[in-house]
């Protein structure tokens, strides 16, 4: 079964510090991985998708074959970058999420 | 505007009661889903429908039918409605099977 992994249910961070959000997936072939975010009570958008390879709001994503991750950056963090964060892989039919992780950037 | 809608926005109701939820996407899209978010903010994919056909049914419960009028419209019916089916249910919507896909804005169903 294909899985999604994201370590971190928690992350705080201050503003303008750097952060990265973990993701790994199980591998199986060639992935197509995204990243979602949900702002306090809005739907899910999307962020970013592994084969744009551009930069959304600062934040980048870089697919490691190897280590089998899509972690996603940004530099300095902003305030309105609080938010709760979903790697997802793609496949037939269906997104896979990994369990998220909620994104504090404290003032 | 270019979406997807779901309506109600909330649905509180009794157990055992029978409802429904109502998703429509106007982005010309072949597949829809429907997609559960349990109280701790995990998102499981439930069904997934191209060109109306059904395609995935993810372990559900036959409680929940979902019905595809048209290639525009996925609703969905649960029946006999549990205290553990509360959550917040996305619809979505995608011009590719297993590509990008565009939420529409959930329901968040309360059974009491």
């Known amino acids: 079964a294909q899985r999604v992994t994201q370590p971190e249910k928690l992350l705080s961070v201050f503003k303008g510090a750097p952060v990265e959000l973990k993701c790994n997936y199980s591998?199986?072939?060639?992935?197509?991985l995204f990243w979602y975010v949900q702002y306090s009570r809005q739907r899910l958008q999307l962020l970013l998708r592994?084969?744009s390879r551009e930069s959304i709001k600062g934040f980048t994503a870089d697919l490691n074959k190897g280590e089998t991750s899509f972690h996603l950056k940004k530099p300095f963090a902003q305030e309105e970058d609080s938010a709760m964060y979903y790697c997802?892989?793609?496949?037939?039919?269906?997104?896979?999420f990994g369990k998220g992780t909620l994104l504090t950037v404290n003032p | 505007d270019t979406a997807v809608s779901q309506t109600p926005k909330y649905l509180v109701t009794q157990m055992g009661n029978d409802k429904s939820i109502k998703c429509e996407q106007n982005?010309?899209?072949?597949?829809m889903y429907w997609y559960k978010q349990d109280s701790k903010k995990f998102l499981k994919i439930m069904f997934s429908?191209?060109?109306?056909?059904?395609?995935i049914n993810e372990t559900v419960p036959n409680r929940f039918s979902p019905k595809s009028p048209d290639k525009a419209h996925l609703n969905l019916h649960i029946n006999s409605l549990e205290l553990g089916d509360s959550a917040v249910y996305f619809c979505?919507?995608?011009?590719?099977?297993?590509?990008?896909?565009?939420f529409g804005p959930g329901t968040r169903l309360t059974v009491l």
């Open positions: 982005l010309g899209h072949d597949t």
């Open positions: 997802a892989r793609g496949s037939n039919y269906k997104l896979t």
């Open positions: 591998y199986s072939g060639s992935p197509e």
């Open positions: 979505a919507s995608s011009h590719q099977p297993g590509g990008e896909q565009f």
């Open positions: 592994h084969i």
């Open positions: 429908y191209n060109n109306k056909e059904l395609i």
